[in-house]
């Protein structure tokens, strides 16, 4: 099992920034990436970047390219998302989510249905 914990949510104004962090434990040795989604109201869940743990890849949303950054630090089984120049389009619960190994693959780090771990989510809202 995989325990994933959020932190660094909140409230800030259109073009600040916030940086979020999700912590793993337990097997983490089952993980192949980690990424983050987001949902805001009446909306679907969607895709915000993701990483493998190995190699490195990432895959990032169009709408959020040039103004987030993911990252990880491998020793800590932490994944970090940068987020600069934030809209008020960018409100939502963020999610962080795991993916197992033996279904891992760079070319689904996008695909909700990929990824087993979820964290229980954390609020962002940014203002106009």
């Known amino acids: 099992q995989v325990q994933l914990v959020e932190s660094g949510g909140g409230l800030v104004q259109a073009g600040g920034s916030l940086r979020l962090s999700c912590a793993a434990s337990g097997r983490t040795f089952s993980l192949y990436a980690m990424g983050w989604f987001r949902q805001a109201p009446g909306k679907e869940r969607e895709v915000v970047a993701a990483?493998?743990?190995?190699?490195?890849?990432?895959y990032y949303a169009d709408s959020v390219k040039g103004r987030f950054t993911i990252s990880r630090d491998n020793a800590k089984n932490t994944v970090y998302l940068q987020m600069n120049s934030l809209k008020p389009e960018d409100t939502a619960v963020y999610y962080c989510?795991?993916?197992?190994?033996?279904?891992?693959?760079?070319?689904?780090?996008?695909?909700?249905?990929?990824?087993?771990?979820w964290g229980q989510g954390i609020q962002v809202t940014v203002s106009s």
């Open positions: 989510a795991g993916m197992g190994v033996h279904s891992g693959s760079v070319y689904y780090l996008h695909r909700v249905a990929e990824y087993d771990y």
């Open positions: 990483i493998s743990w190995s190699g490195g890849s990432t």
